[in-house]
């Protein structure tokens, strides 16, 4: 497998501490730093890819065809290493698909049916798996990729969209690799972001429909059942949260104009009464826990502007951040581990990520 590129980064201002403890952040003029990576950074993952207990960053970097993987140092620098990664990356996800114990890729390639994977070697280096990229069948291509074990047999599986067949397409996991891809119906018009649900009896995807106006949950471990977690008016991304510390998943949505959100009690989802929450224009979300009070915080990236938008865990507006125009990929990561989450946003126009400090971003609970 070809390196593109090689470089180390120093974190200048990512992870200091405030001038002064006492001060309130503010969240309109939170500053980030800005790391080089691939052109029209798309989609970001975090995980620990070489095993030495620090959180890393992995950003799908759709006209650069590539993959950066950021791997942080001791000192706070991050090295990066280019991978190729097939055509136009478009969403990644990371699960260890090898069953080594270490972390490793999958990249949704954009106008194709096709995922790409990368296979971590254990020190964060990474080669393409036998046989990738491996045909989805989807239709008409790919926007977005949900890996986990969802039939409960022990190996990862990989599901898409294939919003022309109203379905999404599955391949299940086996020991020498994948079946082929199989489609399970969800209704009409399946777009554009998965998401995973985890819960006690295995995990489901999560299937956001713009046409049916609604979230559904997949349950690929008997028989292909489909279950409606609520109504959502051009609902495009659906992502599991922590909404309320009780430690089952909850749902947050992006609809039409807004944001809605879903607590789950006894396996039953109940909107809760103060979302949606208005936007114009919201095309990606991330969630995670900000201010470390164990509930996870709501961040919403508009499509025609500069600003990531904060959400609490009960759906109130907690003011913005100003990123970079349209911030078209965004994840929260605790990575300095003082259990405040970082945000990482992607700049669609440009070649880098900001990461914001959570420490800046929210008072501590």
Known sequence: MAIVKKQLITVLAVFASPSCSSAQPTLDT???????????PRAITTADFNGDGRIDIAVANADSDSVSILLQQEDGAFS???????????????????????VDLVVANHE???????????????????????????????????VADFNDDGFIDIASDSSDSDSISVMFGKSNGFEPSIQANVGEFPYYRLGILPSETGTRVLVP??????????????????????????????????????????????????????????GRFSKLESTPVAFDDATELATGDLDGDGRDEIIVGLWGSDQIQ?????????????????????????????????????????????????STILPAS
């Not at 990561?333 to 992607?346: M, T």
């Open 30 to 40: 939170a500053s980030g730093t800005s790391f080089a990576v691939g052109e029209r």
């Open 80 to 102: 990066r290493v280019d991978y190729p990664a097939g055509n136009e990356p478009a969403d990644i996800a990371d699960a260890d698909i090898d069953g080594d114990g270490s």
């Open 112 to 146: 194709t049916s096709s995922v790409t994977i990368i296979i971590n070697s254990g020190d964060g280096s990474f080669t393409e798996a036998e046989r990738s990229p491996f045909n989805m069948a989807a239709r008409p291509h790919l926007h977005s990729v949900a």
């Open 209 to 266: 429909s713009p046409r049916a106006n609604r979230v559904s949950q997949l349950d690929l471990s008997s028989g292909l059942a489909l279950a409606v977690i609520g109504d959502a008016r051009g609902a495009v991304m659906a992502r599991s949260a922590n909404l309320d510390n009780d430690g089952v998943a909850d749902v947050v949505a992006i609809m039409g104009d807004g944001v809605v959100m879903w607590s789950q009690v006894d």
């Open 310 to 358: 904060i959400l609490s865990h009960d759906g109130k507006r907690l003011g913005k951040i100003q990123a970079c125009f349209r911030p078209a990929a965004l994840e929260i990561a605790d990575l300095n581990g003082d259990q405040k989450g970082e945000v990482i946003a992607g700049c669609w126009n440009g070649s880098n990520i900001l990461i914001f400090d959570g």
